[in-house]
């Protein structure tokens, strides 16, 4: 069935058509939905374009085409307004018969991309032998959340946990190991691990020769020395070991099938650089070799170069990546290949998306998109730190949202029995964090703000908990089955019925444009609206009081709709619900 969007459209086109001829037919409509119900459903805006293309009044091209728009089928109402926007009201057949597809549909209206195209999302994606940081919430809530928003539109996702275990971090690491006596060491923690790196680091800013002798580290471990290996090999188990531990509290999809650590690309390197030179794009600068991309300068304002090729033999970063874009394109066919990263690293993707389009490799039309963050800041405004001024670990932040919840769980429900308390605190503690964090326009920084997360009014997790719970509540009380109820028992007739239903029809196109524009906070606004719009309808409209049971069947159907949605909206945002709170 098509879309109130697309009827409208259809309308719209067809009564242009009418009065100005077919070759008007290609104006925008631009459909917007009402900002108040004193402007009916929706307000089409296409008069003032057309006005220009007809040299005629805007106001007289409105109440030409609101001639042509018949009333009494989809449409109850239409009026024209201001200099020329259409006020157009539904009717309420269209709007129950469009509820009715929904109610019935798994998806929830959300139809399946035909044909699916092939994504690899680039998340989470933390350096190793380091413990999970504050700095790696975003990226690993983020990225979660854009798959599974890809994944319900049956697009056919590949995620990536693009681990760094191959840098000159291990260099350090290993050199300090191996001096210290700790490489003998079999159950080294990854808290050992952290402030052994803390060490390393200290040194390697104050050793020349320490400094020197790491990088040799490195260049061992890269040409496959037995004992770097195997020293290597210890690290890599216990940081996986730790960042699952973490991912499993989060509750994100990766799992070590998704694992494509830098290492993974080794051995294609020494190729991609040789494609790179082919394409007469390499010049060597002191022995390493570089790309010059045009636009970019350092802050004297110099051509700035990208290292693919250090003047000690090594690869870097750059050059990791570009044999990724080769490897994701290339061998798995992917159409879009989307990073979620930090944007402070902006330029660095900027650059390599550049010399993989002038190489070649975006063969097909494959798209690269950095969707970038900003950063979280503490109450002071600064990054966040712990009081100490150390950088914040992730697992400490998770066990202090459930701790919180568990507290405002305790005055909200005191007679709850321990342990369900505990799992409900669970849920609304880790689903604060996260939802905190996708509320917010990804692009811009924002202050961690406990409060705030675990309120129960506002554009929170809790507050849609409970919206998600209150209905939940009333099918406990009224000993309702949802799946005896008939979508086709739906019928509007309090304007707040109205208002909800309409809300409840806009998921599909939320769903696409967060899909589109990769930014999760559109769905956290819109189950907001929703939630509110759903309070709206409680306080206006008894449902287990109503004293028509067609009423009551009706109202119910609305109530278990708002609920799936609810808990489907969440769900892509890769939050849980709970029955009670
Ligand atoms: N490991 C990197 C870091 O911690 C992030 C990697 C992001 N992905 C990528 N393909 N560069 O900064």
Known sequence: MPD?????????????????????????????????????????????????????????????????LPTGGALDKVEVAGPGFINLTLSADLLQAQLASVFDSDSLGVSKADPPSTVVIDYASPNLAKEMHIGHLRSTIIGDAIARVLTFQGQQVTRHNHIGDWGTQFGLLLEHLIETGWADSTDTSISDLNVLYKEAKVRDDNDLA????????????????????????????????????VFCSLGVMLTDDDLKPESFYNDRLPGVIDAIEK????????????????????????????????ADGGFGYPATDLAAVQYRVKDLGADRVIYVVDSRQKDHFRQFFKIAADVGWLTGGAELVHVGF?????????????????????????????????????????????????????????????????????????VFDWDRMLALEGNTSPYLQNAYVRIRSIFRKGEVDPTTLDADAIRLEHETERALALQLLQLPRVVESVADSLEPHRLCTYLYELASSFHKFYENCPVLGAD?????????????????????GLALLGIETVERM
């Open 374 to 446: 900003g950063t979280i800041m503490g109450l002071d405004g600064k990054p966040f730190k712990t009081r100490e001024g150390d950088t914040v670990r992730l697992a400490d932040v998770l066990d202090e949202a459930v701790d919180r919840a568990s507290r405002v769980i305790a005055d909200k429900a005191p007679d709850l029995k321990a342990k369900e308390r505990e799992e409900i605190a669970r849920v609304v503690g880790i689903g604060a964090v996260k939802y905190f964090d996708l509320s917010n326009y990804r692009i811009k920084d924002y």
């Open 279 to 310: 394409a007469g794009l390499i010049r060597d600068c002191e022995g390493a070799k570089v790309v010059y991309v045009e636009g970019f300068f350092n802050k004297q304002g110099e051509p700035l170069p990208m290292a693919v090729k250090k």
């Open 548 to 568: 028509d049971t067609a009423v009551r069947g009706s109202r119910l159907a609305l109530c278990d709709l708002v609920a799936r949605t609810l808990k489907q």
């Open 4 to 68: 109130i969007q697309q009827t409208l459209e259809r309308l719209l086109r067809d009564a242009v058509a009418e009065t100005f001829g077919e070759a008007f037919t290609d104006a925008d409509p631009i459909l917007r939905q009402a900002t108040s119900p004193k402007f009916g459903d929706y307000q089409a805006n296409l008069a003032m374009g057309l006005a220009k293309r007809l040299d005629q009044k805007p106001r007289d091209i409105a109440q030409r085409i609101a001639e042509h």
């Open 210 to 245: 320490f400094a020197e002798r790491a990088r040799k580290r490195v260049v061992d471990l890269q040409s496959g020395d037995p004992q770097a290996r195997k020293i290597w090999e210890q690290l890599i188990v216990e940081s996986i070991r730790h960042m699952n531990q």
